[in-house]
């Protein structure tokens, strides 16, 4: 079967740091996406994953281990705005559709 | 450029009537998908088109649900006799598909949505 799982909810405070996990068992696994979904909004792409490790985009990194099927979503100096649901998607099969994990909802406090 | 766009916007419509969502994908993508979202879930694959062809329909949820795609750029979702466990929010997105490379060529870029209530 085809699953997965990330946290329903997290907490967190303007400044700090938060790491959101995601595990996944998809068949024909060609790599893991995370977006950002504000309320009533559509998800915007945040970063793509392919090889293993950590790939860097300003605040935001994400990390990958194919081996494990594992990955995570690493948020530095949060801020309100950072306040929405994370995505975890592994892009599978022939067709690279998109199985999405139910995402986890960040709210970020002062 | 113009990213993905989705009319309407909000749907209302009573059960057992029949719906149609349109979808413009980013100009030159060749990819399109359809997913649907439930309140407060993740989002289900419903179908794939490369090109006007659709390879991939496993998501459909059941027979009243089709979708074509004309010109390789706009798509059309039907539900038709709509059923109250149809309310939900309906997304497209587009990728650049076999004709991209790298992370340029699988990265889906969503639209806004269409919001289907079905009383």
């Known amino acids: 079967g085809q699953n997965i799982d990330q946290p329903t909810e997290m907490t967190a405070t303007e400044g700090a740091i938060v790491q959101i996990n995601c595990t996944y068992q998809t068949s024909g696994f060609n790599g893991l996406f995370w977006y950002q979904q504000h309320a009533g909004e559509a998800p915007t792409f945040l970063s793509y994953?392919?090889?293993?490790g950590l790939e860097e985009k300003g605040r935001f990194s994400s990390f990958l281990s194919r081996s494990k099927g594992y990955s995570y979503l690493l948020l530095k100096e949060l801020q309100m705005k950072d306040s929405a649901s994370y995505l975890c998607a592994a892009l599978s099969g022939g067709y690279n559709k998109l199985i999405f994990g139910a995402g986890t909802r960040l709210a970020v406090h002062p | 450029g113009a990213g993905v766009s989705q009319s309407p916007s909000n749907k209302v419509t009573e059960k057992g009537k029949d719906v149609e969502l349109r979808c413009d994908p980013i100009?030159?993508?060749?990819?399109l998908y359809w997913y649907r979202q439930r309140l407060g879930q993740g989002l289900e694959f419903l179908i794939y088109?490369?090109?006007?062809?659709?390879?991939?329909k496993s998501g459909l949820p059941s027979d009243r649900f089709s979708a074509e795609r004309t010109g390789e750029s706009v798509s059309t979702l039907t539900i038709q006799r709509t059923q109250q466990e149809d309310s939900a929010v309906y997304l497209c997105?587009?990728?650049?598909?076999?004709?991209?490379?790298?992370?340029?060529?699988?990265?889906?870029?969503f639209g806004p949505g269409t919001r289907l209530l079905v009383l």
């Open positions: 100009s030159g993508h060749t990819a």
């Open positions: 994953n392919v090889l293993d």
């Open positions: 997105a587009s990728s650049l598909g076999p004709s991209g490379s790298g992370v340029h060529q699988e990265t889906q870029y």
């Open positions: 088109f490369q090109g006007n062809s659709a390879p991939d």
